[in-house]
């Protein structure tokens, strides 16, 4: 199950705070426990040199049931404090025989030991050391012990409520994440319900900016500049689709007009034959059409030109002028060609590029102008363009001419010999070569072209 991004920041903020709790809960907990350890060091001198002071003061066998009184008096009821005094000499001795065991258990480094004792749950803690003689009383040693359970039972309920208050800090931290991402993504939310009510019935609608919060309006930002781009797709969409419309309508109107006029009466072999050659003329601007539409879709797709030689421009130009050379002669057009250079290139899709170039400036072209194809080498391209004079374009057309369908004349005159994918195709071509396409106008005179990438 995927987890909202209120819960995530929920589940994180739990986990930051059950590690940042736990690491200051094991800090405290060492830190208790060497407390207690040192006031259980500090309590056994204590009563060490309590002791101490009294075994000092006797020195005489006689008197020594004074000291045990005193012992016995000290010690209380419940059994947590014991005293042993350890000799040779039985007459100075106090407490219960102890084993080699318990003796070697009690005896540690610095005089500190463990004591296991009947009856109590938990080794006593132990301090021992020797009492120097005093006449007649040899030397002895003395041994304190305390009971630890105290210690240990504190230490463990500090432990239990650790735990506890660490577990509920977390839970704390993430109901109350929880609460501060919800009010943290309002903005988001909001912004989602804008987005959710948008359609394409209303395409111009866009998200409120202004309100949100600058990592949000970012966002939004840029969403609307893909709503934008969308819309305007969508426009673009909508031309092309009535253009497709209009340019399958006028063949396909053809054809059946005229078969529905041929067969309203008898018809000879001669009049049959006509009326096929005038609609194989619309079959074949048909699939043109289709043809040119199967290409750019694969342009469109980012198909690249897969078999690319190194060729010269000129060349190739000069192949292209002289396939359509009986189109300038009827025209009475001249072409020259103007600079050279090398680049790689699919040498077909190069020269159809380069016909559909040479075709537009003969339609546009005076009968007996003069075309210049230039050629010029820029950095990491190659720079083809194809100059006529005539009447110029105005500036409002120069960015839509390598649109599909697009024509600048709006009656589309002469669209039976052209069907306004001539200069979408030199845009697909270049696209494929890995360069761009480019217009210009000026003073009568219209440089149209197209760049290819060098390698």
Not at 174 to 190: D, F, M, Q, V
Not at 313 to 334: K, W
Not at 412 to 424: K, V, Y
């Amino acid at each position: 199950m995927k987890l909202s991004i209120s819960q995530r920041l929920a589940a994180m903020f739990a986990g930051a705070s059950f590690v940042m709790l736990a690491v200051l809960g094991v800090a405290m907990h060492g830190l208790l426990k060497r407390e207690l350890e040192r006031h259980q060091v500090n309590e056994l001198q204590a009563r060490w040199q309590m002791h101490q002071s009294i075994i000092a003061k006797n020195e005489a066998a006689d008197h020594w049931h004074i000291v045990q009184g005193k012992f016995d008096g000290a010690l209380p009821e419940n059994g947590r404090v014991r005293l042993w005094v350890l000799s040779g000499d039985s007459r100075f001795r106090y407490g219960p025989v102890l084993t080699g065991e318990q003796l070697a258990a009690a005896t540690g480094a610095g005089g500190f030991g463990q004591l296991p004792v009947v009856g109590v749950d938990q080794p006593m803690k132990t301090y021992s050391a020797e009492v120097p003689s005093k006449g007649e009383r040899p030397a002895v040693r003395l041994m304190v012990a305390i009971d630890e359970t105290p210690f240990i039972e504190t230490l463990q309920s500090f432990t239990v409520g650790l735990i506890a208050l660490t577990v509920v800090g977390a839970l704390g931290a993430a109901g109350l994440g929880y609460y501060i991402a919800g009010l943290g993504l309002r903005p988001l939310e909001r912004m989602s319900a804008e987005a959710q009510a948008l359609s394409p019935e209303d395409l111009s609608r866009r998200l409120q900016a202004g309100t949100l919060p600058p990592e949000l309006s970012k966002l939004a930002d840029s969403f609307n500049g893909a709503l934008s781009r969308l819309e305007a797709a969508y426009q673009q969409l909508e031309a092309f689709n009535a253009d497709v419309a209009h340019e399958l309508r006028t063949p396909i109107g053809n054809l059946i007009g005229q078969t529905q006029v041929t067969l309203s009466r008898e018809r000879n072999v001669t009049e049959l034959k006509e009326l096929l050659h005038s609609n194989l003329e619309d079959l074949e601007r048909l699939r043109a059409i289709v043809n040119d539409m199967l290409f750019l879709a694969r342009a469109d797709r980012g198909e690249r030109a897969p078999n690319r030689i190194e060729v010269s421009i000129a060349q190739e130009l000069a192949r292209a002028v002289e396939y359509l050379e009986f189109i300038f002669e009827e025209a009475e057009v001249r072409v020259r060609i103007e600079g050279d250079a090398q680049a790689s290139i699919e040498t077909a899709l190069f020269r159809r590029a380069v016909c559909n170039l040479l075709q537009n400036a003969v339609q546009h072209a005076p009968r007996g102008a003069e075309i210049v194809v230039f050629v010029l080498q820029q950095p990491g391209a190659i720079r083809v363009s194809v100059q006529n004079s005539g009447s110029g374009i105005a500036r409002e057309h120069l960015s839509r001419l390598f649109d599909r369908f697009y024509r600048v004349d709006s009656s589309r005159s002469g669209s039976r010999e052209n069907h306004g994918l001539g200069l979408a195709i030199v845009r697909a071509v270049a696209t494929m070569h890995g360069g761009t396409v480019f217009a210009e106008s000026e003073n009568g005179e219209t440089k149209i072209g197209f760049t290819v990438a060098r390698a």
